[in-house]
């Protein structure tokens, strides 16, 4: 010891350059550590899954029980939600679905927070292009539409990252044909559509949220992923404790349960009891919500102010649509167009891409579609609007009392002389419902492993609503583990029918707007219609058919809408010849 301390001594008083040298070194590796803790940060989470699902000794499991973690330094407090790591080609695919949803940049918000420079739908305008009269327009033609957003004082608004929606409608015809927006990034955007009936096409544009609301909710996701939060039950004998439970727990003393399913490796945790074990979880229940919203920001979410409101139009807001001309060529917009996917007339959708819509308006026509057809529906009460629908339009198919919860389900019925059986079952968690049996909450990549399949099997299935509040990474690899099982089902069943339904538009409240925001929805829906591009599979467009309807949003569609709605997924069940 004495040798190696003499050396020290002379390296740093015999030859000072080494010292410099160390010195540089020294001060180059804190630079580093200050400038990356996010680095070490990823490696701290990774270390801690590993300890989840048991790989590091010193986090031993009792049954699935993860011992205490030592306390967190405070800068990981922000990133407490962590997820397993994938093969890099699922984190290829994650990276490159973030970049394709990418919001534009919004602005930050001044302190105190002030409504006066925030869009402002009532100084806000539409114009209908070109500005001038003489434009005669046809069936075929399309339509584009200029905004300009202007702040609560009048003036100007300099960059995008608003969220908006628009329609073209004609309530007595029963018509209507969703919008495509197009931001561009300085306040001004357009909206462009397809014209398809004759007559009298009015259009509306809506400011569902400003960009300033959308900095809320981004940073919400961001540092209160846990906002939602879920609870269970736990008993044995009569021993009875709750704890809370959620995707994301944020590190306690409290040791954890992991319910990491085995297959596809979903996260799932609670605290663990302070008396029972973790093998004694009876229930899982929504526990509730944290508001916590910085000082004023409460404005930015205000219904009828700034929150789902209409625009008006500086001009006319509507025009004449008559005969598509055969001679006119085809009106080509300024921005790229892809096209809607149906519309609705006389208050039935017709359908411009996938199977030609036919409606089936009578039990006998329904029944005879389903005829000796299995339906299996999987995903949460928007797709348990189906089952309702199919139960109260048929007769003869009658359900039976699983003693389950009317919420959560799950669902069978059964038309015993047609050979028809009808199941639903709600998505693994986060499920945001009254208190369910855990030991009913199934993946739905798991439901689809276990199905034979073949040519009178029809899956369904809808997952969106409630992975709103969650890091869209969560979102991601839940439908990524989907997707496999899928495609392992049409391997070994290629004449299975996979029906996908989107997501929808709804009211905004501010709770709402806060927990399933049409913001996030819109991200999500990018990320749904990517993941399963390509594959034999439907995607049952029903953003659009809410949004081209006249009923108001609402996260669970009126029955007129649902009654179409089952119309597509029956005429993809039953195609009619040369459609």
């Known amino acids: 010891m004495k040798i190696r301390g003499h050396r020290e001594t002379v390296v740093s008083f015999c030859c000072p350059k080494f010292a410099a040298i160390f010195l540089f070194l020294a001060v180059f590796v804190f630079i580093f550590l200050l400038f990356n803790m996010d680095v070490l ?19 031993q499991f009792q049954h699935k029980v993860i011992t205490t973690f030592p306390a967190p330094r405070p800068h990981l407090q922000r990133r407490f939600c962590s997820f397993q790591p994938r093969s890099p080609e699922d984190a290829l695919e994650e990276r490159l679905l973030l970049d394709s949803i990418a919001w534009p940049e919004t602005p930050s918000l001044p302190v105190p927070l002030s409504l006066e420079q925030t869009t402002d739908p009532a100084h806000s305008t539409f114009t209908i292009l070109p500005e001038k009269g003489g434009r ?3 069936v075929g033609d399309q339509l584009e539409v200029m905004i300009k957003t202007y702040d609560f004082k009048g003036r100007p608004k300099k960059s995008g990252g608003d969220v908006l929606l628009a329609r073209l409608h004609n309530r007595a ?50 540092e209160q992923p846990d906002r939602i939060y879920f609870g269970s039950v ?90 598509k001309n055969k001679d006119q060529p085809e009106v080509k917009s300024s921005i790229v167009h892809s096209g809607p996917v149906g ?29 000796g057809k299995v339906v299996h529906l999987y995903g949460d009460s928007t797709i348990r609007q189906w089952f309702e629908h199919l139960n109260a339009v048929l007769p003869d198919l009658k359900q039976f009392n699983l003693h389950s919860s009317v919420r959560v389900g799950p669902f069978m019925a059964l038309d015993y002389a047609n050979n028809i059986l009808v199941n639903f079952r709600f998505h693994g968690p986060p ?59 049409l391997d070994r069943a290629p004449g299975t029918l996979v029906l996908i339904r989107t997501a929808n538009p709804k009211t905004m409240t501010l709770d709402a707007a806060l927990t399933n925001s049409d913001w996030y929805s819109l991200q999500r829906d990018k990320v749904l219609r990517a993941m399963f591009k390509g594959l034999n599979v439907h995607l049952l467009d029903v953003w659009e058919m809410v949004l081209a309807h006249h009923l108001p949003h609402n996260l669970h569609p009126q029955p007129p809408i649902i009654k179409n709605i089952i119309d597509v997924v029956l005429s993809y069940i039953c195609p009619q010849k040369g459609s």
Request: proline share 4%.
């Open 431 to 489: 499920v945001r419902s009254i208190s369910v049996p855990a030991i009913e909450l199934h993946y739905i990549a798991n439901e689809l492993d276990h199905l034979v399949g073949g040519t009178n099997t029809i899956v369904v299935f809808g997952i969106w609503a409630h992975f709103s509040t969650f890091p869209i990474e969560l979102y991601i690899r839940r439908l990524q583990s989907i997707r496999r099982a899928v495609v392992r089902l």
């Open 136 to 138: 005669q327009w046809h």
């Open 173 to 222: 015809l029963g018509a209507g044909v969703a919008g495509k927006v197009l931001d561009h990034l300085n306040g001004s955007y357009s909206a462009v559509f397809s014209l398809l009936w004759e007559g009298s096409a009015q259009v509306e544009v809506t400011l569902v949220h400003p960009s300033e609301a959308v900095t809320v909710l981004h940073r919400l996701t961001r």
């Open 343 to 371: 519309y609705y007339y006389q208050g039935a959708w017709q359908a411009l891409s996938g199977t030609k819509v036919h409606h089936f308006n009578t039990s006998s026509a329904i029944s005879q579609c389903l005829k």
């Open 234 to 323: 736990f008993r044995s004998g009569s021993v009875s404790e709750t704890t809370t439970c959620n995707v994301c727990l944020r590190p306690t003393q409290q040791p954890l349960c992991n319910y990491t399913d085995l297959i596809t490796g979903e996260p799932w945790f609670c605290y663990k009891p302070k008396k029972l074990s973790c093998d004694a979880r009876i229930t899982n229940y929504n526990g509730g919500f944290h508001k916590q919203l910085k000082a004023q920001e409460e404005k930015l979410f205000r219904s009828g102010v700034n929150m789902k409101v209409y625009i008006r139009a500086s001009g006319s807001a509507s025009v004449t649509v008559l005969p």
């Open 41 to 59: 940060e990823q490696y701290e989470n990774f270390f801690i899954y590993l300890c989840h699902i048991n790989l590091l000794t010193p986090c």
